[in-house]
């Protein structure tokens, strides 16, 4: 018997990893990702795995978002030394995604060791190092889509196109045991429909258990075109109090599509003399590997860029500066209005964006937009809640700036599009929701009853499911 053990992203959004086993299969992680929210260090000190990963076979690894994939250093830190399975465009991001995280955290820990040493405290030790990064992107076996390839004699696996970031994927596992099969799908990330870089979430009709992320469950989003004309009007109305816009964006999906849409305001002149910074080093490294890709990416929506040789970093978005260095980035606060700047993290958990704030946020005639989901506990979270107040470096900061959500460039499918993607499959399995809050989750598993008589499992964190 199969069972699925549920140990991040159950009734959160955050620290996706469900443990997967049985005698044919072994032990096999879908996603073994970190919770988002508060500092590098801390969240690290946080995180202690529920099972030895010595004993783990292997990874299947839905997509590179660091909260699916942020903890795989850390496995191997402590003895995991198997397959990582993914697809190969996220095999490239991960190195990306993996590498700066590392930064980060080894950042976090010099300050607090520097601080512990005065004090006369005892260091803290690392939970992993720059060589279980490069030893875990070693392990990585990229995998094409819609080819079904083996992780054990009993089990087979399938990466169909998820539509949510470059790379990402719903994972379709099938488990021969006693001469019967057995089918499990994990969504991983659903993407948006209306994104318009990314191709629809593939379409699956029959399994015996399904896991679905449920991020936006109890709502839909805007439309494409009413946030396109809500992005207009917020850039339009902040030129002519002559301020600033920041926008924390995520290096991965939402800032190349930012930069797609700000390309098209440009070219219908509808940008006025606006200068673009993209602030990120990551995401400059991350949109060039969109550019290599975007022959797989959905050519209906940005046919301007998969018909020329025209990328997202070349001659798509007039008055693009690419801000690499930390001097470059201070550079940026001499500018004191007509200036997009385009900074990670995208819920304000660290990065530039944070530096940006400090200089900007006290100042009325700039905007904030916040263009994806905030996760509780975020600084992004805090502010979309209205705050007036907020505390960065030690210090506290009046929020003056005016603070605007845009809620068609989420990656995430909307509620509607959930159901759709649910009620596809023929058979009627046995459907959980996971990755979502619980109050989103429980919106959703009632539309599910109402009009479907679904019965979803809603599973808290540590709960198990035979199947």
Known sequence: MATIKFLGAAQEV??????????????????CGMHQGGKAIERQEKEQFAFEPREIDAVVLSHAHLDHSGLLPKLVHEGFDGPIYCTKATSELLGIMLRDSYGLYKRDLERKNLRNKR??????????????????????????????????????????????????AIVEISINEQHKTRSLVFSGDLGNRNAVLMNDPAVI???????????????DHRSMERTIDQFDEILKATWQRGGNVMIPAFA??????????????????????????????????????????????????????????ITLLKDFLPRLHLSVTPQESMAINMISKGVIIIAGSGMCTGGRIRHHFKHRIWNRRNTIIFTGFQARGTLGRVLVDGSKYIKMFGDDYVVKA??????????????????????????????????GEADALEVLSNRLWNEHEISPMIPARGQTLAF
């Not at 009709?205 to 709502?219: C, F, L, P, Q, S």
């Not at 991965?252 to 002149?269: D, F, K, P, S, W």
């Not at 990656?411 to 596809?424: D, I, M, P, S």
């Open 14 to 31: 955050t620290g996706s990893c469900h443990l997967l086993e049985s005698p044919g299969t072994g032990k096999i992680l879908l996603d």
């Open 119 to 168: 004090r006369g405290d005892k260091p803290v030790k690392a939970s992993y190092t720059e060589k279980d990064v490069t030893r875990a992107l070693s392990l990585c076996e990229p995998k094409p889509y819609e080819q079904a390839f083996p992780i054990s004699e009993q089990t087979r696996v399938t990466f169909h196109d998820a539509g949510h970031i470059l790379g990402s």
């Open 205 to 219: 009709t029959k399994a015996d258990v399904v896991m679905m992320e449920g991020t936006y469950g109890d709502r």
């Open 252 to 309: 991965v999906g939402r800032t190349q599509e930012i930069l797609y849409y700000l390309g098209r305001l440009a070219h219908e002149g509808k940008l006025d003399n606006w200068q673009v910074v993209l602030d990120s080093p990551m995401a400059i490294e991350v949109t060039r590997i969109y550019d290599r890709w975007l022959h797989t990416l959905d050519c209906q929506g940005a046919k301007k860029l998969c018909d020329t040789d």
């Open 402 to 435: 005016s603070i605007e959500t845009l809620g068609g460039f989420s990656a995430h499918a909307g509620q509607t599009e959930l159901v759709e993607w649910v009620t596809q499959f023929k058979n009627k399995p046995r459907v959980v929701l996971v990755h």
